[in-house]
């Protein structure tokens, strides 16, 4: 059964921090890059950050550089994002997905970045 699950989110602060999971079943996680979006309200799902299939070659939106860091753990099938010195622009949904040949989105988790 293919299954992603997102969660972490809530609701903080500027300049707060927020870690992000995400646990996928069935989609073959180890073999995949596995990619972090976000959909902000009103606006089109885009595309945050990437990490290779052994964890090494990490890639990022320029939005995120340096405030955002990308992980995977392919014994526990699971990525996260850790986000740092986030912003009231960084508010969204957070979804996770292969990014290639992705499988059926999951619920995503809401991040909320407001005073």
């Known amino acids: 059964q293919v299954q992603l699950v997102e969660s972490g989110g809530g609701l903080v602060e500027p300049g707060g921090s927020l870690r992000l999971s995400c646990a996928a079943s069935?989609?073959?996680?180890?073999?995949?890059?596995m990619a972090w979006y976000r959909q902000a309200p009103g606006k089109q799902r885009e595309l945050v950050a990437d990490?290779?299939?052994?964890?090494?070659?990490?890639s990022y939106a320029d939005s995120v550089k340096g405030r955002f860091t990308i992980s995977r753990d392919n014994a526990r099938n699971t990525v996260y994002l850790e986000m740092n010195s986030l912003k009231p622009e960084d508010t969204a949904v957070y979804y996770c997905?292969?990014?290639?040949?992705?499988?059926?989105w999951g619920q995503g988790t809401q991040v909320t970045v407001s005073s």
């Open positions: 990490i290779s299939s052994n964890g090494i070659i990490t």
């Open positions: 069935g989609v073959f996680f180890s073999a995949y890059v």
């Open positions: 997905n292969r990014f290639t040949r992705p499988v059926p």
